[in-house]
């Protein structure tokens, strides 16, 4: 239910009932009043008529000439008056009447006149008798109108107070106390959807975010409980390793203590570089990823990446292909942390032996830079949700470290220059990643200023 | 002591806890995942399986469960859980074996579970599959 249309509604149903209680008011006024005119009218003509038979009378008993004549003039006066009081056709007709026997009287006095008279006197009375009762009538029934209105009216606004408060009140204040519920920690507290569509509305919205909120909550729970898992491995192997030291056994010969040595070592900066990924994946959501502008060549980074990793993976192959100006205006650390992801994932996810091969170029204002690898592949439902955090590809026999956030956080880096970061679905046969980068970083996320390219000696031209 | 298999995915703790286990006196045969372990208690038939939770290619859930379903006298022996999984005590009830060891763990809290397990000897027997 609309709460505008039925308030509306109600509105246009309160106006209708108030008009009519007004308009029958104006009614049953106009009839008492009427009533009260003909009652008066009714009795003045009564009391005219029967003082038009006392000057009769007088005109009959009066001896001297003159005293008839006043006799005649003012009963001619009365019959005058009274008969301009007369509106019904029996009123009329009964003056009409009247007028020749009066006539007849002035010239020779007659009993029937006095009859007449006394006829149209009871006429008038019984009359003015019928139109009080039709005005006491009227009266009853105005009352009675008059209440029931009352009445109407009352159980109009009961009624009106009703909706609001069975459309607006209660489902506004349960929505109240679900978010009251929920901000006191109930993350399961819903809004109960009713009232009407505007309440439902808020409610539904209220729901959505109870929703999201909760389900971001259940993400954090999710994504502390994968950190602490990933963390606990380096963690065992450490404590481990600590073990072969005990006061019950001697020390290990020295070449066995070296290894152990090592793998404190290179456990240690396992753990390291996790807590580093998980460092920037808080940063970059966030929304603390600055980045610190200056000129660099992408083609150098890319060649500083592979010769990084052809020293830590001498197993592998490299091919490196340059191609055009590869300098910008960039974040060279951070591009130089994409680009370690990107060939580091291309050496931890194929085959020793296996070929990586790397392609850097630049056209115009784009530069652009490739991995290829000839790993398992990348199958297309993997490719949806690579970026995501903690997704990580299938591994076909080695533990591969990592905890699923160096692509997600490389993302948001190339996509904070204002570039672009995609795998290629190719199931079976490989995996290669693309990324684009525009020769010029856009204003925003950058916090120290390097002058820009054309100030800087740098031609954005292809070479 | 006593024949043990042992399977984790990760290199550095795989081989070290063979070492010490070596150490301590047992029989060690350790294996990098759930397939390579049910391999190896197929060759060594061991008194004792110490196996990681979350692993590639068969985790350790599914490789107890296959001990039972192929029913090859594997469902015997007892199996303790090593792993940094937040909900360990629910994988293990899940697979119904009461020896689970959260990592981190120091190398005495491995040999006093190793120690409880042979002499109880309390084999894994999953709710699900026994009712």
């Known amino acids: 239910m609309q709460l505008r249309r039925t308030l509306t ?30 009652v008066q009218r009714s009795q003045e003509m009564a009391r005219l008529t029967s003082r038009l038979a006392h000057q009769a009378f007088r005109h009959e008993i009066e001896t001297s000439p003159m005293g008839r004549a006043m006799a005649e003039a003012q009963g001619r006066v009365l019959l005058t008056r009274a ?28 009993p ?7 006829r149209a006197d009871d006429l008038f009375a019984a009359s003015a008798e019928a139109q009080s009762g039709r005005a006491r009538t009227v009266d009853m029934l105005a009352n009675v109108l008059g209440v029931a209105i009352a009445v109407l009216l009352a159980a109009s606004v009961l009624f009106f107070l009703w909706i609001v408060q069975q459309l607006v009140y209660r489902p506004v204040q349960a929505v109240v106390e679900s978010v009251d519920r929920f901000a006191g920690g109930d993350l399961t507290a819903r809004a109960p959807v009713g009232g009407a569509d505007e309440i439902q509305r808020i409610a539904t919205a209220q729901n959505t975010m109870a929703d999201a909120l909760a389900r971001t909550r259940s993400d954090q729970l999710r994504y502390v409980a994968t950190v ?37 070592d290179r456990q240690l900066r396992r753990l390291n570089s996790l807590v580093g990924d998980v460092l920037n994946a808080v940063q970059v959501d966030a929304g603390e990823l600055v980045l610190r502008k200056t000129v660099c060549d992408l083609g150098d980074l890319a060649e500083a990446s592979v010769a990084l990793f052809r020293s830590m993976s001498p197993y592998h192959r490299f091919a490196l292909h340059r191609d055009g100006a590869t300098q910008l205006r960039g974040d060279a650390t951070r591009l130089e942390q994409v680009l370690n992801n990107l060939v580091g994932n291309a050496v931890k996810y194929s085959p020793t032996g296996s070929l990586v091969q790397v392609s850097v170029g630049g056209e115009n204002d784009r530069l652009f830079f490739s991995v290829a690898d000839e790993g398992p592949g990348i199958s297309p439902d993997l490719a949806r949700q690579l970026f995501h955090p903690f997704v990580r590809g299938p591994t076909e026999h080695e533990e591969v470290a990592g905890i699923g956030l160096g692509l997600y956080v490389s993302k948001r880096i190339i996509e904070a220059h204002g570039g672009t970061l995609e795998a290629f679905p190719t199931d079976g046969r490989g995996a290669t990643f693309l990324m684009t980068l525009p020769r010029d970083l856009p204003a925003s996320n950058v916090e120290a200023d390097a002058p820009p390219l054309a100030s800087a000696g740098i031609e954005p031209s292809s070479a | 002591m006593a024949s043990i298999v042992l399977i984790d995915d990760d290199d550095d703790i795989r081989e070290t806890m063979a070492d010490l286990l070596a150490m301590e006196g047992h029989d060690v045969r350790a294996a990098r995942n759930g397939v390579e372990g049910l391999q190896a208690l197929d060759d060594h038939f061991p008194q004792l399986v110490v196996t990681d939770v979350e692993m590639p290619v068969l985790d350790g859930r599914a490789m107890v469960f296959r001990m039972f379903v192929e029913n090859l006298g594997r469902e015997n022996i007892p199996v303790i859980l090593v792993s940094g999984a937040a909900d360990l005590r629910e994988v293990a009830a899940v697979l119904g074996t009461p020896y689970y060891l959260a990592k981190p763990f120091p190398l005495e809290a491995l040999n006093a579970t190793i120690g409880r397990a042979l002499t109880e000897a309390i084999p894994a027997r999953p709710p699900s599959l026994f009712g």
């Open chain 1, 112 to 118: 029937d006149l006095i009859v007449a008279l006394v």
């Open chain 1, 9 to 38: 509604e109600a509105a246009v149903g309160l106006g209708v009932v108030t008009l009519i209680a007004c308009a029958a008011l104006v009614v049953f006024t106009t009839m008492l009043r009427r009533n009260v005119d003909d």
């Open chain 1, 83 to 110: 008969t301009g009081l007369a509106r019904t056709p029996e009123e009329r007709r009964t003056f009409a009447e009247l007028a020749p026997l009066l006539e007849r009287h002035w010239r020779a006095p007659s």
């Open chain 1, 228 to 264: 602490v898992h990933d963390l606990r491995n380096p963690l065992a192997a450490v404590q481990l390793a600590a073990g072969y030291v005990t006061p019950e056994r001697p020390l290990p010969p020295e070449t066995r203590l070296r290894e152990i040595f090592a793998l404190i």
